[in-house]
């Protein structure tokens, strides 16, 4: 069973369009994270929940809205659509999301705004 | 605040030889310190913590890193490079907190058979 998984895997859509990334984990896990993968390979926080409460929100445009149902999901979604959101959106967990803890990461959603 | 510079953005090596692969951090607190590896189109895996214990840390598939307090040095070794070890290798940094993690710009190592 995978552990995290996101959907889609491929995302290519338009300029101004709106999409949803979704993530769920089957870890029993408190805390939930997106994260921003550039073209150089750079990875960036980009919100992290915990137990469907938001934690951390980093510099991020308020067109991306994280919304998480149940401790097991945390779904990204996009207004308005930029070509610079083009990257590889990677959704993890942990358990509690204490200092030192791993996270586990998904295998991550490439998204392409043309 | 905590920053982490890997100090090469691509290493190359030949199979069978060892690898290192360096980072340095910087942090105002004890931190954690972690290195993920990303294999080509997928997501990131755990290879090894360090955590405030042992400050040599073993991780999976040999690799192993050793914490450096006077160097503010986490490098990450593995005595004999595999195929399979070509990938793109990330060290992070946490501190204490609700601190987010801070990635390094990562290393490529590309093996040579």
């Known amino acids: 069973d995978t552990a995290v998984s996101q959907t889609p895997k491929y995302l290519v859509t338009q300029m101004g369009n709106d999409k949803s990334i979704k993530c769920e984990q089957n870890?029993?896990?408190?805390?939930m994270y997106w994260y921003k993968q550039d073209s150089k390979k750079f990875l960036k926080i980009m919100f992290s929940?915990?137990?469907?409460?938001?934690?951390i929100n980093e510099t991020v445009p308020n067109r991306f809205s994280p919304k998480s149902p149940d401790k097991a999901h945390l779904n990204l979604h996009i207004n308005s659509l930029e070509l610079g959101d083009s990257a590889v959106y990677f959704c993890a967990s942990s358990q509690d999301g204490s200092f030192g803890e791993t996270q586990y990461f998904g295998p991550g959603t490439r998204l392409l705004v043309l | 605040a905590q920053s982490v510079t890997q100090l090469d953005s691509h290493v190359s090596v030949s199979e069978g030889t060892p690898v290192l692969l360096r980072c340095n951090y910087s942090s105002s607190y004890s931190p954690s310190l972690f290195w993920y590896v990303q294999h080509p189109n997928k997501g990131l895996q755990l290879l090894l913590k360090y955590t405030s214990a042992a400050t040599l840390v073993k991780g999976i598939n040999g690799f192993e890193a050793e914490f450096k307090k006077s160097e503010t040095s986490f490098h990450l070794t593995k005595p004999s490079a595999h195929m399979s070890d070509a990938a793109e290798y990330f060290c992070v940094v946490s501190e204490a907190g609700n601190t987010p993690l801070v990635f390094g710009k990562g290393t490529r190592l590309s093996v040579i058979a």
């Open positions: 929940y915990n137990n469907k409460e938001l934690i």
């Open positions: 870890l029993g896990h408190d805390t």
